[in-house]
């Protein structure tokens, strides 16, 4: 595992817009996605990751044409997620410019297939999303962007996932998703000492602090949409503060 903390702004994206909601609900327009990427790019952040909310839902694959124009002005390695389903999938997005896929319902639903895109591409390529939210205050993980229930705990996904050979971890608590709220620093720990790959917090940072107690949880990297997008904050000053409290991060 890297000792160096990356930074991960996270973009979520419906027909090429960048959307942004709370809780997966709610998704409003906030922008194109072509100009926030162009915008990342020039603060040269570690890396992208990019979701497409609306390709799960309505059962369609990548925009491969959008990843391949994205490419073309990211020059950070750029991680692509939502409606990966098969090995073809993940061929197609490599080949059109993704640098890793982030495969969420389709992993949990089919291990075999996540075990065959790991045997064909390798772990560090693979990044397994687990999104959760509380039920009768247990956090249990949700697919298809939070609308379909399982009775599997987040630790327990990301042991199997792990298994399976998955390369990395993007923990999403759904219920902070948007909200600002902070990161759910509880679950992040029990996942992070579950398993011996990165685990990605996500969902709910307002601030640098909240990354900063996401390192000490467990987390190898943190990630956040809305305080990017709404705030002043920058990924090179969370990358200034996380150095200036002891933190070795990966600077550009």
């Known amino acids: ?28 327009s906030v922008g194109m996605v072509t100009q926030a990427v162009r915008i990342h790019q020039m603060r040269e952040v570690d890396e992208l990751m990019l ?16 990843i391949s124009e994205l490419a073309e002005i990211m020059f950070s390695p750029l991680t692509v997620g939502g409606g990966i389903r098969s090995v073809k999938d993940v061929t ?7 640098d890793k896929v982030c495969i969420g319902t389709a992993a949990m639903a089919d291990k075999r297939f996540l ?11 693979i990044v397994v999303a687990i999104d959760y939210k509380y039920r009768n ?9 939070g609308s379909y229930p399982t009775l599997v705990r987040p630790e327990q996904a990301a042991r199997q996932m792990e298994e399976c050979g998955a390369g990395e971890i993007v923990l999403t608590c759904i219920d902070r998703e948007g909200t600002m709220a902070g990161y759910d620093l509880e679950v992040l720990k029990h996942v992070a000492a579950e398993v011996d790959i990165p ?6 940072c307002a601030d640098y ?18 305080m990017f997008q709404f705030t002043d904050s920058t990924p090179q000053g969370a990358a200034a503060y996380l150095e200036d409290m002891g933190m070795e991060v990966r600077c550009n």
Do not use: Y
Request: aromatic share 4%; proline share 4%; hydrophobic share 50%.
């Open 1 to 28: 595992m890297s000792l160096a903390i990356r930074i991960v702004p996270q973009l979520l994206m419906r027909d090429r817009q960048l959307v942004k909601g709370s809780g997966f609900n709610a998704w409003r």
């Open 51 to 66: 979701l497409d909310v609306a390709a799960t839902p309505e059962a369609r694959g990548p925009d491969l044409s959008l």
């Open 92 to 98: 197609k997005l490599l080949n059109n410019g993704a």
């Open 115 to 125: 075990c065959d895109a790991v045997d064909m591409f390798g772990s560090s390529t």
């Open 137 to 145: 205050d247990v956090p249990l993980v949700h697919l298809k962007c």
């Open 199 to 204: 685990v990605v917090a996500s969902g709910g």
């Open 209 to 226: 602090a909240d990354m900063l107690k996401a390192v000490f949880s467990g987390a190898s990297a943190v990630s956040a949409g809305a």
